[in-house]
Each structure stands twice: as structure tokens, then as C-alpha cells.
T-cell receptor
Framework: TQLLEQSPQFLSIQEGENLTVYCNSSSVFSSLQWYRQEPGEGPVLLVTVVTGGEVKKLKRLTFQFGDARKDSSLHITAAQPGDTGLYLCAGLPRTSGTYKYIFGTGTRLKVLA | GAVVSQHPSWVICKSGTSVKIECRSLDFQATTMFWYRQFPKQSLMLMATSNEGSKATYEQGVEKDKFLINHASLTLSTLTVTSAHPEDSSFYIC??????????FGPGTRLTVL
């Protein structure tokens, strides 16, 4: 069974702090996506990474795909209350002949004002 | 980004009734859509892959006679929860695949079975 483990599971921080969320697997992925989901809504795509070692920035968010394409990280600089939500990574296994993404276990972030 | 809609956004029904949930890709065509189920404070669980013009592919443990999927056009997939029971209460989310394997999600449908 292919698994994507996210850590930490829960994170509560003060506004202005930095944080990093990790997404790890023993499987190789051809692409990996990060989503943010708010209660009662569907996940919203933040970024897609496809190349090993790739780094993408989205304002205060920095995403990195591991060199071996087995893991990824999301770093948030100077977190704000609006960053609160459930962060999900999702990987498309390299051996998959379909578009079936495997979702991570999720990281619930709360940023306190 | 691409837009995926779901209807209804929430539904309450009595035990034993059937409920249909629609998933539409509004500004693109999607030959593949997915249906997920999400329990409170948990990640998404893939239920099935909906393929336009062919039968859906169900994940292990998901009853295909319980969760009927129809993907009759390139912009619409429907999930029917048949003979719903309280344990079927959940947040159901669909997604559609656009170019470059990017997956876009609908806003979800909250089903409550009394």
C-alpha cells in the first residue's frame, strides 16, 4: 500500500511565525500537489511540482519536491490567520497508469492572531 | 484555475431514500472525474474513478451497488447513494482532471441521513 505521511498532524502557532509541513513516502511520484482546504469546502490547489529538486514559491509559501521525488515540503513564512486550514499533499505514483492521486494524511494548521 | 461545481451543496434525507449528487466541470471537458469521501478532520478517501462513456472503477471496500456513478458526458458525473443510511452521512467531494495531471475539486456536498 502506498502511503503519504504528513507531519505534523496538527500545528498551532502565533501570527508571524514560520512553519514547515512535510510530506513523505517510500514511493516515487511523477508529480505532487499541495492543497489547502477550509471547513465545509473542497480542497483548493496551491501548487503542482513535477521535477526532482524543484522549488516553487507562492507569495509566503515555498514548496519543494525532493530530489528523488519521494517527498515534499511546504514552508510558510510569517504565517497569518488566513493561512489556517487543512493542508493536504497528493502524489501521482510514477507507476500509475491513471490519474489516481494518493492523498497525504493531512496537516491541520491554526494560526492565532 | 479550472472550476468544478457540485450540486447540492448539502442534503438531508431520511434513511432508505436515494440521493443524487452532481459534479460538473464548468469550463473544461473532463474524461476522468473522481469521487471522494471525507470524514470530519480526516483526509480524503478515494471512492471511485468515473470515466466518461464507460463503467466507473471502484476502490476496494466501496460497494458499487450502493454508490452508483454515471459519467454520461464530458462535463457531468453523478453519484447516487442508494438506500442511504446514517453511516453514509459524510462530506462527498468530486474532482476533475485537467491538463498536466492537475486535479481540481468541487466544493463538496454534505450528506446527512436521518
Amino acid at each position: 500500500t502506498q502511503l503519504l505521511e504528513q507531519s505534523p498532524q496538527f500545528l498551532s502557532i502565533q501570527e508571524g511565525e514560520n512553519l514547515t509541513v512535510y510530506c513523505n513516502s517510500s514511493s516515487v511520484f511523477s508529480s505532487l500537489q499541495w492543497y489547502r482546504q477550509e471547513p465545509g469546502e473542497g480542497p483548493v490547489l496551491l501548487v503542482t511540482v513535477v521535477t526532482g529538486g524543484e522549488v516553487k514559491k507562492l507569495k509566503r509559501l515555498t514548496f519543494q519536491f525532493g530530489d528523488a521525488r519521494k517527498d515534499s515540503s511546504l514552508h510558510i513564512t510569517a504565517a497569518q490567520p488566513g493561512d489556517t486550514g487543512l493542508y493536504l499533499c497528493a502524489g501521482l505514483p510514477r507507476t500509475s497508469g491513471t490519474y489516481k492521486y494518493i492523498f497525504g494524511t493531512g496537516t491541520r494548521l491554526k494560526v492565532l492572531a | 484555475g479550472a472550476v468544478v461545481s457540485q450540486h447540492p451543496s448539502w442534503v438531508i434525507c431520511k434513511s432508505g431514500t436515494s440521493v443524487k449528487i452532481e459534479c460538473r466541470s464548468l469550463d473544461f471537458q473532463a474524461t476522468t472525474m473522481f469521487w471522494y469521501r471525507q470524514f470530519p478532520k480526516q483526509s480524503l478517501m478515494l471512492m471511485a474513478t468515473s470515466n466518461e462513456g464507460s463503467k466507473a472503477t471502484y476502490e476496494q471496500g466501496v460497494e458499487k451497488d450502493k454508490f452508483l456513478i454515471n459519467h454520461a458526458s464530458l462535463t457531468l458525473s453523478t453519484l447516487t447513494v442508494t438506500s442511504a443510511h446514517p453511516e453514509d452521512s459524510s462530506f462527498y467531494i468530486c474532482s476533475a482532471i485537467l491538463l498536466f495531471n492537475e486535479q481540481f475539486f468541487g466544493p463538496g456536498t454534505r450528506l446527512t441521513v436521518l
